[in-house]
């Protein structure tokens, strides 16, 4: 055989395999073909061809491996058991930027899928070479990387530490400042994913400088950047006070409020999350979104959003007005209370429904006055069907009982309360008749309407236990009344005067 028969072998074996790996490549991006590659057994077949003397090879094949464990993670175990994940650890130190740029993406793909798999890849060695990748000249290996660290990081606080430990904070954190929008959302979600497990892992985040870079880029016109941005400065400022002072002090406030209108919904949800985040901490915080317009701008993009981008808004207002009188009345003059009613009404989902019964009742629970504004909406029947319907999650009804009893306890607008004599179960019941007890006495006029809208008669039906609270309700009731009047609507009484038309004597001459 010839020299250039010798070559030609080789030439259609380097052919062969560049054809085989860029077919597996293709394929592999369409779910109905995963299954009969994985029982062709292609990982085994694709193991050795990273090693390959050709550079292309080595960069489809790795690129291959990470479409297959990017599927589910079955295919990711077959990476680590396979012992793929040292080869790659090897090759990303050593080969060129198309190599690293496939290699990371295998490691993120096979992070992705468990805590498990992700302790995998730190057990082999990766994240050292991946934080020197942070430092690459390409921003596409940077980027890379950075995905990867995130994809490890979001598990647990344990895989963030480790992130953490092998110091790829400070590197995100110059991420960030690179001109590429790419990089910067993927090193944002990094420093999220790093930041939501602890305080002292935001901490670290803190102390690397990032929330003043973080802030600056609120009003980016990047959407997708923005979402990664306002998502790192909630999952600093959720640990605690002194947290959600450091992002307020970068002066996030009122520039924040424009992401609320924001075309994209995941900006205005997570523009949101992160004002709910701050609010939930003091009155004082609390405060001062509400100097700077934040509870109206909230009120608003309740309002022109739906289901779970309207979630952290509503529960927003009810930290607010958690918090005190003042601050609650505030959400009532921003006419929150008729949107919270809205979302009460309107939302199919029951988390949602709960959380608008929850803000309700921090709203209402106050004073007379907080209650009157929750119950002329018209507010508590919807939570009353609410708390007995069967189809309602327990956590709804739950809510809603919660909510009605706060409302109800403070609740002096009798119109309101009303309904409840016919419709409210006997633990709600008790309520209802203890603030008639209480205004009665006091209004003349009260006891009128109570007499002639049948609601005197309507207590005189109630089945009280002798000696109970509900029956000292209703004696406080009856004795704002004359003896009689009681008696014409007490149960019977129709019948006692008949008795007494039978058996009386009419006089005759």
């Not at 793909?109 to 057990?123: C, E, N, T, Y």
């Not at 022109?304 to 009345?329: D, F, T």
């Not at 979302?343 to 803000?359: N, R």
Request: net charge neutral.
């Amino acid at each position: 055989m010839s020299q250039r028969q010798v070559l030609q072998v080789f030439e259609q074996y380097q052919k062969a395999r560049t054809q085989f790996v860029q077919m597996v490549a293709e394929l592999a991006t369409r779910p109905q073909n995963i299954e009969t590659l994985q029982n062709a057994g292609v990982m085994s077949l694709l193991r050795p061809l990273l090693l390959d003397v050709v550079p292309t090879i080595q960069q489809t094949a790795a690129l291959a491996l990470g479409r297959l464990a990017n599927y589910n993670d079955d295919l990711a175990e077959a990476v680590v058991k396979g012992d793929i994940l040292p080869q790659l650890v090897y090759s990303l130190a050593e080969q060129n930027r198309f190599y690293k740029k496939a290699a990371a993406f295998v490691l993120r793909a096979v992070g992705k899928h468990s805590p498990q798999l992700a302790q995998a890849i730190v057990d082999c060695g990766a994240l050292d070479t991946l934080v020197i990748c942070l430092e690459d000249f390409d921003p596409g290996v940077k980027e890379a990387a950075a995905w990867a660290l995130g994809y490890i990081a979001r598990h647990n606080a344990e895989l963030s530490q480790a992130v953490v430990d092998a110091g790829a904070v400070p590197l995100l954190v110059l991420c960030i400042q690179e001109p590429e929008i790419a990089l910067k959302r993927i090193a944002a979600s990094a420093l999220s994913d790093i930041s939501k497990h602890s305080p002292e892992l935001a901490q670290t985040v803190v102390d690397a400088g990032a929330i003043a870079h973080l802030a600056q880029m609120i009003l980016n016109p990047d959407s997708k950047l923005k979402r990664q941005v306002l998502s790192a400065l909630s999952q600093i400022a959720k640990h605690s006070v002194d947290l959600a002072e450091m992002v307020v002090e970068a002066e996030i406030f009122p520039v924040v409020l424009t992401c609320l209108k924001d075309k994209d919904e995941y900006v205005k949800k997570n523009a949101s999350t992160l004002i709910r985040e701050i609010a939930k901490h003091t009155p004082e915080l609390s405060q001062l979104i509400v100097n700077a317009g934040g509870v109206a701008a909230v009120i608003d993009c309740i309002g022109s959003c739906k289901g779970n981008i309207r979630l952290p808004g509503i529960m927003m207002l009810g930290y607010v007005a958690a918090h005190s009188e003042n601050l609650a009345m505030a959400v009532i003059i921003s006419k929150g209370v008729p949107q919270l009613s809205v979302c009460l009404s309107e939302e199919p989902e029951d988390h949602i429904k709960a959380a608008a019964a929850w803000a309700l009742g921090q709203i209402g629970r106050h004073s007379p006055e907080h209650a009157r504004a929750v119950a002329v909406t018209n507010t508590l029947p919807v939570l009353l069907s609410l708390y007995m319907s069967t189809e309602s999650s327990e956590d709804l009804q739950v809510k809603s009982k919660k909510a009605i009893k706060n409302i109800l306890q403070k609740c002096t607008y009798l119109p309101a309360l009303e309904p409840f004599l016919y419709d409210a179960p006997p633990n709600i019941l008790k309520h209802v008749v203890g603030q008639f007890s209480k205004v009665l006495p006091h209004d003349s006029k009260a006891r009128r309407l109570f007499v002639t809208s049948g609601g005197l008669k309507k207590v005189q039906e109630i089945k009280a236990e002798p000696g109970s609270l509900l029956q000292e309700y209703i004696n406080s009731i009856n004795n704002c009344y004359p003896e009689e009047i009681v008696r014409y609507y007490s149960p019977g009484y129709s019948d006692t005067l008949l008795q007494r038309v039978d058996s009386y004597q009419p006089l005759t001459n």
